[in-house]
């Protein structure tokens, strides 16, 4: 068998019920997480000695261990038939920790760069008053008056005889009639919780991060629950990221820039890049930056692309700029745009003048 339940606990195989709780408790209070803030070795050992104990304190599980090494969980919902029309079926008692929801905002900077973080939030954590058990001593519980011990509940129904986990002990065969007094029985209780959470450059918005073993612990489970953090990034007032790791933005341009050409600066999250605008630029045309977009998650060092939309920005003339563009000479210059739309009109005058309109 991979762990030795009895080893962890320090008992021998033939330690009573009683000689199995005296050592958990004592053990749990060693290892609790909250004594012991920064040794992950405890935390680990608190885990491990949780899991020794759901097993070795519940009768059916211990046999089944000291049987077979088996953990003690019982197998998934099987049907035996027993002659006849009799069915049996048995569950196992099935444990799992409720997980948390997050929701995390960080900058479109944090984002690119990636950042190390803290979060709180409220999770259940085991007892201190009673290490987690629900109760103070032996005297506080009893064998279920309902199952006497079993665990099971019978049920007939027409000539099928149906055995489930008795629903007054939830299967364990016992149940606490002196719960304690600030779990109310429970094991659990909810406090505040601070996670350090790092987040590694390029994770795009509405991305769930999971990390393990960091949710709710509840009593009998073998491991706490997960947190999944939602990720939400901060919209940036000229970097747009719709379509992630691909960037986009709008650049205005001079006049002068848009017909006789430039080279601008550019904002990128890299920093400034220049970016050359071709002569004669048409306005609404896109160009592209490549790789000065956001970090793609799984590549070595690779990079999304910027999209640059070119915005001509046509001036608002004085009386001297605006006779100096009255008195140009436009007959050498070529307005493609201009030659289709006449072009077009006079097509469609053609056509009526062949109508006879």
């Known amino acids: 068998m991979s762990k030795d339940f009895y080893e962890i606990l320090g008992i021998p195989r033939s330690a009573s019920a009683d000689d199995i709780k005296k050592a958990y408790r004592k053990l749990a209070q060693e290892l609790h997480p909250d004594?012991?803030?920064?040794?992950p070795e405890a935390e680990e050992k608190f885990k491990e000695v949780g899991e020794a104990y759901s097993v070795l304190s519940d009768a059916d599980k211990r046999r089944m261990y000291d049987r077979t090494g088996a953990t003690g969980r019982m197998p998934p919902p099987h049907f035996r038939q027993q002659g006849g029309m009799h069915w049996n079926v048995q569950y196992g008692a099935q444990f799992m920790a409720p997980h948390i929801e997050h929701s995390m905002k960080i900058s479109f900077e944090e984002?690119?760069?990636?950042?190390?973080?803290?979060?709180?939030?409220?999770?259940?954590?085991?007892?201190?008053?009673?290490?987690?058990?629900?109760?103070?001593s032996d005297a506080d519980v009893e064998i279920c008056p309902m199952c006497?011990?079993?665990?099971?509940?019978?049920?007939?129904?027409?000539?099928?005889n149906l055995v489930t986990e008795c629903p007054h002990c939830n299967g364990m065969g016992s149940r606490i009639k002196n719960p304690c007094r600030d779990?109310?029985?429970?094991?659990?209780?909810?406090?505040?919780?601070?996670?350090?959470?790092?987040?590694?450059?390029?994770?795009?918005?509405?991305?769930?991060?999971?990390?393990?073993?960091?949710?709710?612990?509840?009593?009998?489970?073998?491991?706490?629950?997960?947190?999944?953090?939602?990720?939400?990034?901060?919209?940036?007032?000229?970097?747009?990221?719709?379509?992630?790791?691909?960037?986009?933005?709008?650049?205005?341009?001079?006049?002068?820039?848009?017909?006789?050409?430039?080279?601008?600066?550019?904002?990128?999250?890299?920093?400034m890049a220049e970016l050359k605008v071709p002569a004669g630029i048409k306005n609404g045309t896109i160009l592209k930056m490549k790789s000065k977009g956001m970090p793609i998650i799984g590549t070595n060092g690779a990079y999304g692309d910027l999209y640059v939309e070119i915005v001509v920005d046509v001036p608002r003339l004085n009386e001297t700029s605006k006779k100096i563009f009255e008195e140009m000479n436009e007959d050498g210059m070529e307005y493609s745009e201009v030659k289709t739309y006449l072009d077009l009109l006079d097509g469609l005058a053609g056509k009526k003048s062949e109508k006879g309109e």
């Open 111 to 136: 984002s690119f760069n990636g950042v190390e973080t803290e979060i709180s939030f409220n999770r259940r954590d085991p007892c201190d008053t009673c290490s987690g058990v629900g109760y103070g």
């Open 35 to 39: 004594k012991n803030p920064d040794n």
């Open 183 to 271: 779990c109310r029985g429970d094991g659990s209780v909810l406090r505040n919780h601070q996670l350090k959470v790092t987040v590694p450059p390029g994770v795009p918005p509405g991305k769930l991060l999971r990390v393990t073993d960091a949710g709710h612990w509840m009593k009998n489970a073998p491991n706490r629950g997960e947190v999944y953090i939602q990720l939400n990034v901060e919209r940036h007032p000229i970097l747009n990221f719709d379509v992630w790791p691909n960037l986009d933005c709008t650049i205005p341009v001079t006049l002068k820039q848009a017909l006789c050409g430039a080279k601008i600066q550019v904002l990128t999250p890299h920093g």
């Open 148 to 160: 006497n011990g079993t665990g099971r509940a019978h049920k007939r129904i027409v000539m099928m």
